[in-house]
C-alpha cells in the first residue's frame, strides 16, 4: 500500500493523470504551465508572477535540496522571492524525501502543507508537457475527494492580489528609485540596493505624482497587463515628465501599453532559465531568465520606440527603448535567481541614466534659475 494519498490532475481538455500528493491535501484549480529550469523551485515557488497558476516542472527529481530557512536580510527573506508561495499547485515526476543542503532546514513536502499548497509527484511530466506545448496553457484542477470547478485566473487583476498595500522603504542611498510593486521578485530590490540607493517601494495602483524620486522602476507581476488600468494611466504622465524609467517582464508590457502598443498572450508562455535572446542590431546574444504568459506585439510598437532585445526562439519582443529618452524595458529578468545574469548589467546602465539626468539638471539648473533656485520636473526632483 502507498502511504502518500492519491489525487487526479484534471485538464480543461479532459486529460487526466493520477499521481501521489507530497503536499497539501485539498482540491485547487488555475491555469496549468510548465517551466524548465533545473533548479530554483525556493525562488519560483515564492515568485509572486505565478499567481493562480498548476506549476508544473520538467526536470525529473526535485525535492533533493529541501527549502532554505527563513532568515532576513535587507528587510526581505533572503532565499526566497517574496514571503510565501503564490503557485496554487506543484506538479513534479519523482520527489526526493530525502534532502540535503548547507541552508536547507525543512523539506519541500513539509513547506508546501504549511504553506497550504498541494504537490503531486508520480505524474507523467514529460507527456504532460507535450499536452500543454501543443494545446497551449489550458486550466487545471487537482481533485482529492471532492471535484471543484474550474478557475481562470488570467479574469481576475492579479496584481492587486500580490501587490503590497502600503509603502515601504528600503536603504538609504542617494538614488531614489520609486520602485512600482507589481509583484516584485525580492531579488530585484536587492540588485537595487547594491548601488548606493534608496528604494521607495509602493503599490501597483499607487499615485506618485507627489513623490519625490530619481528614477521609476515598474516590477514584474502576474496576469494580463491590460488589467493595470491605473499603473499604466500613471506611466502615461511619467513617460512625458521623463524621469529614468527601467521595466522588467509586466513592467515591460505596462510601459509599451502606455506608450501605444499592444500584448497578447502567448501560447505557452517563456518559463524557463535559458530562454536565448538577441540584442537587435548587434550579434550579441544572452541567456536569461523568463516567466510570462503575455508579451508585446511588435507590429504595435509605436514611432519613437524601438525594440531592444528579441526571443531568439519565437522572435518575440523582449524588450523596448525610447529613442531620445532614457527609458527601457525586457521582458526577461536580469536579476534571476536561480538563473543566468548575463544581463545583470542592466540595472548598472539604469544607474547610469539616473546619475546623468541628475547631472543635465544640475546644469539646467544653474543656467535657468539665478539666484532663486528651481525644482526639477514633478517626480524627478533632488
Given at each position: 500500500?502507498?502511504?502518500?494519498?492519491?489525487?487526479?490532475?484534471?485538464?480543461?481538455?479532459?486529460?487526466?493523470?493520477?499521481?501521489?500528493?507530497?503536499?497539501?491535501?485539498?482540491?485547487?484549480?488555475?491555469?496549468?504551465?510548465?517551466?524548465?529550469?533545473?533548479?530554483?523551485?525556493?525562488?519560483?515557488?515564492?515568485?509572486?508572477?505565478?499567481?493562480?497558476?498548476?506549476?508544473v516542472?520538467?526536470?525529473?527529481s526535485?525535492?533533493?535540496?529541501?527549502?532554505?530557512?527563513?532568515?532576513?536580510?535587507?528587510?526581505?527573506?533572503?532565499?526566497?522571492?517574496?514571503?510565501?508561495?503564490?503557485?496554487?499547485?506543484?506538479?513534479?515526476?519523482?520527489?526526493?524525501?530525502?534532502f540535503?543542503?548547507?541552508?536547507?532546514?525543512?523539506s519541500?513536502?513539509?513547506?508546501?502543507?504549511?504553506?497550504?499548497?498541494?504537490?503531486?509527484?508520480?505524474?507523467?511530466?514529460?507527456?504532460?508537457?507535450?499536452?500543454?506545448?501543443?494545446?497551449?496553457?489550458?486550466?487545471?484542477?487537482?481533485?482529492?475527494?471532492?471535484?471543484?470547478?474550474?478557475?481562470?485566473p488570467?479574469?481576475?487583476?492579479?496584481?492587486?492580489?500580490?501587490?503590497?498595500?502600503?509603502?515601504?522603504?528600503?536603504?538609504?542611498?542617494?538614488?531614489?528609485?520609486?520602485?512600482?510593486?507589481?509583484?516584485?521578485?525580492?531579488?530585484?530590490?536587492?540588485?537595487?540596493?547594491?548601488?548606493?540607493?534608496?528604494?521607495?517601494?509602493?503599490?501597483?495602483?499607487?499615485?506618485?505624482?507627489?513623490?519625490?524620486?530619481?528614477?521609476?522602476?515598474?516590477?514584474?507581476?502576474p496576469?494580463?497587463p491590460?488589467?493595470?488600468?491605473?499603473?499604466?494611466?500613471?506611466?502615461?504622465?511619467?513617460?512625458?515628465?521623463?524621469?529614468?524609467?527601467?521595466?522588467?517582464?509586466?513592467?515591460h508590457?505596462?510601459?509599451?501599453?502606455?506608450?501605444?502598443?499592444?500584448?497578447?498572450?502567448?501560447?505557452?508562455?517563456?518559463?524557463?532559465?535559458?530562454?536565448?535572446?538577441?540584442?537587435?542590431?548587434?550579434?550579441?546574444?544572452?541567456?536569461?531568465?523568463?516567466?510570462h504568459?503575455?508579451?508585446?506585439?511588435?507590429?504595435?510598437?509605436?514611432?519613437?520606440?524601438?525594440?531592444?532585445?528579441?526571443?531568439?526562439?519565437?522572435?518575440?519582443?523582449?524588450?523596448?527603448?525610447?529613442?531620445?529618452?532614457?527609458?527601457?524595458?525586457?521582458?526577461?529578468?536580469?536579476?534571476?535567481?536561480?538563473?543566468?545574469?548575463?544581463?545583470?548589467?542592466?540595472?548598472?546602465?539604469?544607474?547610469?541614466?539616473?546619475?546623468?539626468?541628475?547631472?543635465?539638471?544640475?546644469?539646467?539648473?544653474k543656467?535657468n534659475?539665478?539666484?532663486k533656485?528651481?525644482?526639477?520636473?514633478?517626480?524627478?526632483?533632488e
Amino acid at each position: 500500500m502507498h502511504k502518500h494519498k492519491k489525487a487526479t490532475l484534471v485538464l480543461e481538455d479532459d486529460s487526466e493523470f493520477m499521481g501521489y500528493s507530497f503536499g497539501f491535501e485539498g482540491s485547487v484549480a488555475g491555469e496549468i504551465v510548465f517551466n524548465t529550469a533545473m533548479t530554483g523551485y525556493p525562488e519560483s515557488l515564492t515568485d509572486p508572477s505565478y499567481r493562480g497558476q498548476v506549476l508544473v516542472l520538467t526536470y525529473p527529481s526535485i525535492g533533493n535540496y529541501g527549502v532554505p530557512g527563513k532568515t532576513e536580510k535587507d528587510g526581505m527573506l533572503e532565499f526566497f522571492e517574496s514571503e510565501h508561495i503564490h503557485a496554487t499547485a506543484l506538479i513534479i515526476s519523482d520527489y526526493s524525501e530525502k534532502f540535503n543542503h548547507w541552508n536547507a532546514t525543512q523539506s519541500l513536502g513539509d513547506w508546501l502543507k504549511t504553506e497550504k499548497v498541494p504537490g503531486l509527484f508520480g505524474i507523467d511530466t514529460r507527456k504532460l508537457t507535450k499536452i500543454i506545448r501543443d494545446r497551449g496553457s489550458m486550466l487545471a484542477k487537482i481533485i482529492f475527494e471532492k471535484d471543484i470547478p474550474f478557475y481562470d485566473p488570467n479574469k481576475v487583476n492579479l496584481v492587486d492580489e500580490v501587490s503590497i498595500t502600503k509603502k515601504r522603504v528600503y536603504g538609504n542611498g542617494k538614488h531614489r528609485i520609486l520602485l512600482i510593486d507589481c509583484g516584485v521578485k525580492s531579488n530585484i530590490v536587492r540588485y537595487l540596493l547594491r548601488f548606493d540607493t534608496t528604494v521607495i517601494r509602493v503599490p501597483w495602483d499607487y499615485d506618485y505624482s507627489k513623490e519625490d524620486f530619481d528614477g521609476l522602476f515598474i516590477s514584474n507581476g502576474p496576469g494580463d497587463p491590460e488589467m493595470c488600468i491605473p499603473t499604466i494611466a500613471h506611466l502615461k504622465d511619467s513617460i512625458q515628465d521623463e524621469p529614468p524609467i527601467f521595466g522588467i517582464c509586466l513592467g515591460h508590457q505596462l510601459i509599451a501599453l502606455a506608450a501605444g502598443a499592444k500584448t497578447y498572450k502567448l501560447k505557452f508562455g517563456h518559463r524557463s532559465h535559458n530562454q536565448p535572446v538577441l540584442k537587435v542590431g548587434t550579434n550579441k546574444a544572452y541567456l536569461t531568465s523568463q516567466n510570462h504568459g503575455f508579451a508585446v506585439e511588435n507590429d504595435s510598437i509605436p514611432s519613437g520606440w524601438k525594440s531592444s532585445f528579441e526571443n531568439l526562439n519565437d522572435q518575440s519582443n523582449e524588450g523596448l527603448k525610447h529613442e531620445t529618452k532614457a527609458i527601457f524595458t525586457t521582458q526577461f529578468h536580469p536579476e534571476a535567481s536561480s538563473g543566468p545574469t548575463d544581463t545583470a548589467f542592466l540595472f548598472g546602465e539604469f544607474i547610469g541614466m539616473i546619475e546623468g539626468n541628475k547631472g543635465n539638471r544640475e546644469i539646467r539648473d544653474k543656467g535657468n534659475r539665478g539666484d532663486k533656485g528651481n525644482k526639477g520636473n514633478r517626480g524627478n526632483r533632488e
